[in-house]
């Protein structure tokens, strides 16, 4: 009688192979790790003499130094051997195939045990290994495992010590070195963090520090600053290659890039990566500080080489980018993404989740006055965020000027309370709290009751002189009602899956609306100018044509220019137009291919009644997908799935409850179509995913002055999350630096 081969997806019996057939082992604890490896559920109910008796398992599923040939007629498994080569996902090419043998499907916790168990086995195994040659006399000691020196096993204890102070240094947010006064000279005294933590250490017991440094004279440096450097740019890489190594695992990811950070060797542009995890969790990771200098086309090319050979990327697999940033450095930034395009056509320029669609509009727009209004927007903002004392001072303003409509001052009070630049009207708010801001900025500069000190008032000088110029006033008006019709759709971008899917389909009207207000620029101008000038006149602001225009049109002798014809030209007309573009830029056909493909999602479907295409716009990824060829059957199954479900069965409302729903690993590409689609950086990451990269940088940036902020330290601040392994920096720094260097 044949034997058959026990494994699932394995059709080999001995009467048509060469191959061996083993048997279960008797042996209760071997032979529910072969059990548990072969995932079969109808096979757990069984004792170990029923499985010996009646099961085996072909030498296919065995590493090959699990077996032992004894003689050319006798193959025989070593007594540790454990199954560890399974094909458990070939049948999901064919969802309606039938198995007698039936994989089981694992929990979670039931995955988690499975490793430790593993784990645990293997150490076991190779204890048993080390105890084995131990025992044997003569027995010479593995050319791969060096054994160490004495010396040189103090040596790593002690760059381990000194890599445990950097570490503190960098979760911490120390700075490396702080200003001291010396009793007796009065003078500052640069003090080092690293020497004052080390002398700790050493007065605490650490006997490889002590025996290093006892010899050292009190008034030098125990590692000199140099040294230092080479600590820290190990934790770095360390940290570094951590984050990216999960990346590559992952395969697609998008590049995120925030505004400028400052350190004292100058301004650096961070960098993060947003992808899915092993886990099916979306991350967004912080990975370096980059220069930021040179033409758009260099810093591209630098870009690139950076992600491509320093990180070990593909730019091939880069599904999106996003850089949210404002200013001059927004126009480069954009030349550099269109240049990236160009290169990488998959890797679609967005918006970023963080920021509300209109504020990166706003920030983008290469027009001074449109800067100039949001440069002193966040100025104000951080100045009331600065001192309870001066929102309240605020309020007061507020209630003064809305006496005759308390709930509209009450809810402009609540906004004021936000975060202004998170908020989809934040410019519908501003020309609201115009006349209270200034007139607030004027009370807190006049210091009537010296509440206030040099620097605020100081601050609030600066903040009224930019609100009572009439420029300010037209730019901020035609900012407000220019964007109104991107608002709901900016919000919609930043809700639901279900509102972001129906965002992309509006597209259209939205572009139309905008086209149908530079067709008619003449009557809307002729409004909003009118509301500027209403607007200003009520803050006794002279209405008038900047004066910079001015000196240069005496200059050129030309015609003098109306105030209204002025605006049109150069500030409603360059602002539609450009509203206009950007909007198709940001939105191209790829990208709105994409969020359409949001249908995948089950709670969307059932709101489309199950009367989707998504194999319309899946094209664009279909070179991504592991089975492109199965594709229309698959999501074919995978609406019949959810169309037919049991009434207790919810539909998953995210891509992330998708990702994680037990039987979406039956469909691999709808699996792998939904990891591509929450990596864009348009869609915004839920709560459920806790802090991101973004969020721990800006933590680390309050906190931390320009002056004592490093590279080095900040990745190893904002990253506090990874784990750190100190045997692996050792090892890392041994190889980087000559021992004879070290010593």
């Known amino acids: 009688m044949p034997n058959f081969c026990a494994a699932p997806n394995c059709t080999r019996k001995s009467t048509q192979s060469d191959l061996a057939f083993f048997r279960f082992p008797r042996d209760p604890e071997r032979c529910r790790l072969w059990v548990e490896n072969c995932r079969r559920a109808d096979l757990e109910e069984k004792t170990p003499d029923q499985l010996n008796k009646h099961y085996r398992l072909c030498a296919k599923h065995f590493e090959p130094a699990m077996i032992c040939k004894t003689s050319p007629y006798r193959t025989v498994l070593r007594d540790t051997a454990i199954p560890t080569i399974f094909d458990l996902t070939s049948h999901l090419s064919n969802p309606h195939s039938r198995h007698r043998k039936r994989i089981k499907v694992l929990t979670d916790e039931e995955v988690r045990k499975i490793k430790e168990r593993r784990l645990e086995s293997s150490i076991e195994q190779l204890l048993a290994k080390k105890d084995k040659n131990d025992s044997q006399d003569g027995m010479e000691t593995s050319d791969d495992v060096p054994q160490l020196t004495p010396h040189q096993r103090e040596l790593r204890e002690f760059l381990r010590s000194l890599f445990e102070v950097i570490v503190l240094i960098g979760k911490q947010s120390f700075p490396l070195s702080w200003r001291s006064k010396d009793d007796q000279d009065s003078h500052p005294v640069i003090m080092s963090t690293f020497q004052a933590l080390l002398e700790n250490r050493i007065n605490a017991g650490d006997k490889f520090l002590r025996g290093k440094f006892e010899a050292t004279a009190v008034n030098e440096e125990y590692w000199p600053a140099t040294q230092q450097r080479k600590l820290l740019e190990v934790c770095e890489r360390y940290v570094r290659e951590e984050l990216l190594q999960e990346v590559r695992e992952s395969r697609f990811f998008s590049l995120v890039t925030g505004e400028l950070v400052e350190f004292s060797e100058g301004q650096h542009i961070p960098v993060f990566l947003r992808f899915v995890d092993q886990t099916n969790t979306l991350r967004e990771e912080f990975i370096e500080f980059l220069s930021f200098e040179g033409e758009e086309l260099s810093t591209a090319d630098k870009l690139e080489s950076h992600v491509t050979k320093q990180w070990g990327l593909s730019m091939e697999h880069c599904r999106g980018q996003a850089h949210a940033v404002s200013g001059v450095l927004g126009s480069r930034m954009k030349a550099i993404a269109i240049q990236l395009m160009e290169k990488y056509p998959m890797a ?38 600065a001192s309870p004392l001066l929102q309240v001072e605020l309020d007061s303003a507020i209630s003064i000027l809305f006496q005759d409509n308390v709930e509209k001052g009450n809810d402009l009070k609540e906004s004021c309370r936000a975060t202004w630049m998170d908020l989809h009207n934040v410019f519908e708010m501003a020309v609201d709290l115009l006349e209270p801001l200034l007139l607030c900025m004027d009370s807190v500069h006049d210091n009537e009751d010296l509440k206030w000190n040099d620097e605020i008032t100081s601050n609030a000088y600066t903040i009224s002189e930019a609100l009572a110029d009439f420029e300010f006033v037209v730019t901020l008006v035609v900012l407000k009602n220019a964007l109104s019709f991107t608002r709901a759709f900016g919000k919609n971008l930043q809700g639901e899956t279900l509102d972001v ?114 194999e319309a716009h899946a094209d664009v990824f279909r070179s991504d997908l592991p089975q492109p060829d199965t594709l229309p059957a698959e999501l074919h199954c995978w609406r019949i799935k959810w169309k037919h479900r049991g009434k207790e069965v919810s539909l998953p409302c995210t891509i992330h409850e998708t990702l994680h729903h037990s039987d979406v690993k039956f469909f691999p590409n709808v699996n792998a179509f939904l990891k591509i689609l929450a990596s864009l950086p348009v869609l915004k990451l839920g709560s459920d995913q806790g802090e991101t990269g973004q969020k721990r940088l800006q933590a680390y940036l309050l906190d931390t002055p320009v002056s004592h902020r490093s590279k080095n330290l900040a990745v190893l601040n904002i990253n506090y999350h990874i784990k750190m392994d100190l045997e692996e920096m050792v090892e890392c720094y041994i190889k980087s630096y000559p021992e004879d260097e070290i010593d």
Not at 355 to 378: D, E, F, I, W, Y
Not at 563 to 589: N, R
């Open 348 to 385: 679609v320029n967005t918006p970023c989740s963080t920021c509300a669609l209109n504020v990166h509009l706003a920030n983008s727009m290469p027009l001074t006055g449109v800067q100039v209004v949001m440069s002193v927007l966040k100025k104000a903002d951080s100045f009331f965020k």
């Open 501 to 614: 899917f129906f965002a992309a389909s509006s597209l259209t009207a939205v572009l139309h609306s905008l086209h149908e207000v530079i067709d008619n620029i003449e009557v809307y101008h002729e409004f909003w100018f009118e509301e500027a000038v209403n607007l200003a006149t009520a803050m006794e602001i002279p209405v008038k044509v900047p004066r910079l225009f001015l000196r240069k049109q005496q200059a050129m002798e030309s015609v003098e220019i109306q105030a209204e014809s002025f605006f049109k030209e150069y500030l409603t007309l360059p602002v539609m137009d450009y509203i206009i573009q950007e909007v198709k830029d940001i939105f191209s056909e790829n990208h709105l291919k994409a969020l359409k493909c949001l249908s995948l999602v089950p709670a969307v479907m059932g709101q489309m009644k199950f009367n989707t295409s998504e």
